[in-house]
């Protein structure tokens, strides 16, 4: 094998998705056959402390705890941002400005006009946005089904992201501020739901919300509702909440086309279920498919068909389609441009809600069905 080039990442932030994501570079390379080798050079935080146990765990080199400094080294290639959704416009611009490769945890920004600032200062370097659940191979296989025409003309887009922690958390985490995250269940749960419903059903041409917060004082939204109509005629609804006593996480959406049918359930990540109108009408039903192999997306990656994968493999997934991308010098989606259709759109949730109307959707790229 030919020699591999280094990439010197730089990170930012140590939560929750700082460890997700330092799991990812290191296993990145033991389940892909990569030209890159990943080295985990800096890590940076305020809280010097935790900085140092996190470092000493998952085998970062260095720290620092000014992301300014951190990001303008020269031994740095790529910087992955892993903060609260205010600091990502900032971070990732200056790191674009700095000629580096950028990472960028999701939702891209806190408004429409950031996200442009910034995929327009990232003009010229690759970027990243880890809407991970792309790259769920059961979610891939749902691509590849709608893609082949199996769902015939879609009628209905549904999707639901359910949780239930809202009610339960202290007021000052940095969820709950609006001028750290922006938004609360729309740009964290929605987004999700929104980067999906792009991917798989094309651009959405206007839509109708209702947002809630049941907290008293909270800045945020914990819930919200809305009617889409897609570009491809077809009708959607989604909900997300912060305040769906029972479900942890609830990812879930469903497909109703002329010829067939499809649903996915995050809890269940493995399976996808697929329902064919070609199927002789006596066993018609749902086909409850175990994404895993043979024939699946990235199944030949992991393990012998039947052996399923987890939530952290869809972070090492979405890291090796980047790195495959990057080798052969192709644009890697959702880069920066793929999510200002999300912010576009999550934008537009705020404003029917605030003006209690329908409102068409700016600026959505058509349709990214076909990337
Ligand atoms: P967290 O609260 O667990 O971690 C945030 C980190 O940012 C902490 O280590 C904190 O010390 C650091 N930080 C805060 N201010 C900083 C500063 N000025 N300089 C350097 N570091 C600073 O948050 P979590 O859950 O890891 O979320 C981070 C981002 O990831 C958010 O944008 C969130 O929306 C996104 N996220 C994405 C997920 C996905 O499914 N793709 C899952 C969870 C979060
Ligand atoms: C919120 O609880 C959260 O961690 C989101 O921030 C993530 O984006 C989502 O994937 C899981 O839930």
Redesign the pocket.
Known sequence: MSARKKLNVCM???????R?HSNAFHQVGRFFDLPYELQLKVI????RP?LDSMAAQWGWEEVETE?ESAIGRKDVDIVDI????Y??APIAIAAAQAGKIVFC???LAISVEESKRMAQAARNVPTLV????RRVPAIALAKQLVDQGKLGEVYHYRATYLQSWGPDRQPE??RFKQNEAGSGAI??LLS?SIDLALLLNGGIAEISSLIKTFAQGREVDDAVLLLARFANGSIGTFEATRYAIGCRNRNYFEIHGSKGAVRFNLEDLNRLEFFDVHDSVEIQGSHGLLVTGPGHPYADHFWPPGHIIGYEHTFILTLADFLRSLADNQRFRPDFDDAIDVQQVLAAVEDSASRRTWVEVSNSTSSIRSS
């Open positions: 930012i932030g140590h939560g929750f998705m700082g997700a940076c935080g305020r809280d935790k992301w892993c903060t609260p959704n600091l990502h945890e999701k939702p880890w809407f991970n659940y985490i940095w740009g964290d999700h």
